[in-house]
Nanobody, 117 residues
């Protein structure tokens, strides 16, 4: 059974940093493309960053070089390093795992990130 569990959200002031992590169980991680999304109340979930099983990354324009997605295949864990956080980055951040050659996607429960002064 596949499980995706995020942790590492929290509250910071503008300009601060957080690095949520996403642990994937079920022995799919090494073949999975990983991605972070975020969602605010009343809005659709939007892509923040993604990394393929080969390590290729992509980012939303609003990241503007502030965020870095990474993965550790030895720990079945993906990370989202977020620097220079802005108030508008406040959202629930979700992790998604998409195994290669599988039609299924697996989502975590989300972790809250709050940026306020």
């Amino acid at each position: 059974q596949v499980q995706v569990v995020e942790s590492g959200g929290g509250s910071v002031q503008p300009g601060g940093s957080l690095t949520p992590s996403c642990v994937v169980s079920g022995r799919i991680f090494s073949t999975a493309a990983m991605a972070w999304y975020r969602q605010t109340p009343g809005n659709e979930r939007e892509l923040v960053a993604g990394v393929t099983n080969g390590g290729h990354t992509n980012y939303a324009n609003f990241v503007q070089g502030r965020f870095t997605i990474s993965r550790d295949n030895n720990k079945d864990t993906a990370y989202l390093q977020m620097n220079n956080l802005k108030i508008e980055d406040t959202a629930v951040y979700y992790c998604k795992a998409k195994p290669r050659f599988s039609p299924y996607e697996y989502w975590g429960q989300g972790t809250q990130v709050t940026v306020s002064s």
